[in-house]
């Protein structure tokens, strides 16, 4: 059992990091399109990515997720079927999709364009074979996972974002193709990915059709779309919504560039949700678990509340760092800075669903996901309808803080019906409102007029919020007492 427990943590480690260096490689993009895209091309771009994502999931059709339910890791013949059932059907629906796109690829990039860009069509022409290449390694990477190989997994997602950038920069920066050097920098990518998976997928392809079997995977996959759907709106409804209601590219490309620098909660919640899951899988059965799983959301509580400060305290200054091109990001998108204090705060309430997720799990009430999901992305549509026209660019952050903040709480229902957890509410809310008392505190109401002055002075709001915890008594004796033996062993 530890042998096993060693494994999982191993591979949850790696899972982790590598997604981690992938995203913040990703968020490194930023700066290039910037500071060498004009607002419709970057607009152009944003929108596009954001179909891609939909499209992605209906070319999977829950098939991935039949794969990890029927794959058998001791029957070659039967994995090879399950194989080759599903990425045979999501190769078919990948290529229908892709046909259908690129017969409709100029009346679609008409439709995106929101000003003069070159060729709107033939972008989007490049860019339909973008989820055709990535559907196609979508099973040969579930069979890595199935198959232990966490290394090799994260290797390969590695060096494929890797290529990705180094060709956005070759295209964007140094050959100046501007969108499409966007589109042929991924493609390119998806391509390459493809080509090192063909010796997988020869190697794991079965000729032999069982129908009874592909009925059943198709059961059990088909109902995980709505779940699917609705997670993507949540995460990416906000801008076509934005573009029906505001065809202005600059307001769609100012939102987005500031929506990404919420990346410091993203990375932090992405990490304590890979290290979270086999956690608590591993440890409910323990006496004092709830207990447990209760002190640990209000560390994770603790440690956002420290992550909202710092970023929201200092994102002035580092957006005005060096970067590739000019400044760490243009300065014509820094009027929508104020969505990202925003942005952090709805990324918390998803890290509040992650915790709360644990006792649906741990009971196997996975039926409640899809309400609790659904849900949300639902309210998500409805809030940026209703705030985007009202409050702009702050509507839709609003939008989407008010989304996780539903999936939270619905979770939250649900998981302490059947597995409760008495949380510490009056530590949890402690710290969010001092957190937010210190932030409009040392941000709106002290202001020196003073690039150095306004610096040391948010310093001081952070040391204010953990010398107030302190003499505040919020901390518990044996906490006190745990600091105090790692602060004497870091002094020896």
Request: charged content about 15%.
């Amino acid at each position: 059992m530890f042998g096993q427990l060693k494994r999982l943590g191993t591979e949850t480690l790696i899972y982790g990091l590598s997604t981690i260096i992938g995203r913040f490689l990703t968020f490194m993009l930023t700066p290039v399109y910037t500071n060498y895209l004009n607002h419709v091309e970057f607009d152009f771009v944003i929108y596009t990515y954001s179909m891609i994502a939909f499209v992605n999931i209906l070319y999977s059709f829950g098939l991935e997720s039949s794969y990890f339910r029927f794959f058998k890791s001791g029957t070659v013949a039967d994995s090879q079927k399950v194989f080759t059932h599903s990425w045979a059907a999501i190769q078919l629906l990948s290529i229908i999709g892709t046909i259908f796109i690129y017969l409709n690829s100029e009346t679609f990039g008409a439709y995106i364009a929101s000003g003069d860009i070159d060729n709107p069509g033939f972008l989007i022409r490049t860019a339909a074979f973008i989820p055709f290449f990535d559907a196609l390694i979508l099973i040969p990477f579930a069979y890595l996972r199935m198959t232990n190989k966490a290394m090799k997994f994260a290797m390969t997602k590695f060096v494929l974002i890797l290529i990705a950038v180094a060709l956005n920069f070759k295209f964007v920066v140094f050959d100046g193709l501007g969108a499409a050097g966007v589109f042929y920098a991924q493609l390119i990518s998806s391509i390459i990915g493809f080509l090192l998976f063909i010796p997988l997928i020869f190697k794991n392809i079965n000729l032999t059709f069982d129908i009874k079997l592909f009925i059943q995977m198709l059961k059990f996959g088909l109902p995980t779309l709505p779940a699917n759907f609705s997670a993507i709106i949540l995460q990416v409804a906000d801008r076509p919504i934005i573009k029906m209601l505001n065809d202005s590219p600059e307001f769609l490309t100012t939102y987005q560039t500031n929506h990404r620098l919420g990346i410091p909660m993203m990375l932090f919640v992405t990490i304590f949700e890979y290290a979270w899951k086999p956690f608590y899988l591993s440890t409910f059965k323990e006496e004092n678990a709830k207990e447990m799983y209760s002190r640990i959301f209000t560390y994770f509580t603790l440690i956002s509340a420290f992550i909202f400060l710092f970023f929201s305290f200092f994102l002035e200054y580092i957006v005005a760092m060096p970067g590739i091109g000019g400044k760490l990001i243009n300065p014509m998108y820094w009027n929508g800075l104020g969505i990202v204090p925003i942005i952090l705060g709805a990324y918390y309430f998803n890290g509040a669903f992650t915790n709360f997720n644990a006792g649906i799990l741990i009971e196997k009430k996975t039926q409640y996901l899809p309400i609790a999901i659904g849900a949300a992305a639902l309210a998500n549509i409805i809030l940026n309808f209703a705030l985007i026209p009202h409050f702009g660019m702050y509507g839709a952050a609003f939008a989407q803080f008010g989304g996780y903040l539903i999936s939270a709480i619905i979770i939250y229902y649900y998981a302490q019906k059947y597995y409760k957890i008495s949380y510490e509410w009056s530590r949890v809310t402690f710290i969010i409102i001092l957190a937010l008392a210190i932030y409009f505190i040392f941000s709106h109401v002290i202001d020196f007029g003073n690039d150095l002055y306004n610096i040391l002075i948010r310093f001081l709001g952070i040391f204010v919020y953990f010398i107030a915890l302190y003499f505040m008594n919020f901390l518990k004796k044996d906490e006190i007492e745990l600091l105090k033996r790692l602060i004497k062993r870091n002094a020896k």
